[in-house]
Antibody
Framework: QVQLVQSGAEVKKPGASVKVSCKAS????????MHWVRQAPGQGLEWMGW????????NYAQKFQGRVTMTRDTSTSTAYMELSRLRSDDTAMYYC??????????????WGQGTLVSVSS | DIQMTQSPSSLSASVGDRVTITCRAS??????LNWYVQKPGKAPKLLIY???TLQSGVPSRFSGSGSGTDFTLTISSLQPEDFAIYYC?????????FGQGTRLEIK
């Protein structure tokens, strides 16, 4: 069965970087893009971008351009999301999500369990 | 960029009630509209995709409708496990915004 298992919680200081991993299993990793979504405490869902695990190509939300880097390791079926120059308002739960296309419509049918990143001095 | 607006932001209802949540896109998105439910401490879960198709395993009391800019999620008879937060999402174009969420609470 499809599983996305994310790395554990992180505590970082402002200005630092964090790298969150998402290990995929149960399907062909290079056959599906991987998206990243975050959720600040008590807030809604915010899309961050995607990576194509096959080519390594990426597309980031404008808000995160210049601060986010999405990469992958096909040998371990793992996607990574690195966010730099952290601020207190980056404190959030970060999710990876696998999309699926049905009749041309994309949806996120599998999600990781989330990784809590806390930014505090 | 396309904006998604959900209403209401919160809703109180009783077990057995019929409830409807609305999602409006700032421009036409055809049927590229999905609904998710999120329970406390959990990742979102796909409920409905392509505006009206139930994800496998989702109870038939859930239904979705709409096309273009206006969409609805209806729960025909609320069950205790349905009290949660519901989000719409458009996947017509990048970026991929979600609605701000509707918190469904027990009256």
């Amino acid at each position: 069965q499809v599983q996305l298992v994310q790395s554990g919680a992180e505590v970082k200081k402002p200005g630092a970087s964090v790298k969150v991993s998402c290990k995929a299993s149960g399907y062909t990793f290079t056959g599906y893009y991987m998206h990243w979504v975050r959720q600040a405490p008590g807030q809604g869902l915010e899309w961050m971008g995607w990576i194509n695990p096959n080519s390594g190509g990426t597309n980031y939300a404008q808000k995160f351009q210049g601060r986010v880097t999405m990469t992958r390791d096909t040998s371990t079926s793992t996607a990574y999301m690195e966010l730099s120059r952290l601020r207190s308002d980056d404190t959030a739960m970060y999710y990876c999500a696998r999309p699926r296309l049905i009749r041309g419509v994309m949806m996120f049918d599998y999600w990781g369990q989330g990784t809590l990143v806390s930014v505090s001095s | 960029d396309i904006q998604m607006t959900q209403s209401p932001s919160s809703l109180s209802a009783s077990v057995g009630d019929r409830v409807t949540i609305t999602c409006r896109a700032s421009q036409s998105i055809s049927n590229y509209l999905n609904w998710y439910v999120q329970k406390p401490g959990k990742a979102p879960k796909l409920l409905i995709y392509a505006a009206s198709t139930l994800q496998s395993g989702v109870p038939s009391r859930f239904s979705g409708s709409g096309s273009g800019t206006d969409f609805t999620l209806t729960i025909s008879s609320l069950q205790p496990e349905d009290f949660a937060i519901y989000y719409c999402q458009q996947t017509y174009s990048i970026p991929i915004p979600f609605g701000q969420g509707t918190r469904l609470e027990i009256k």
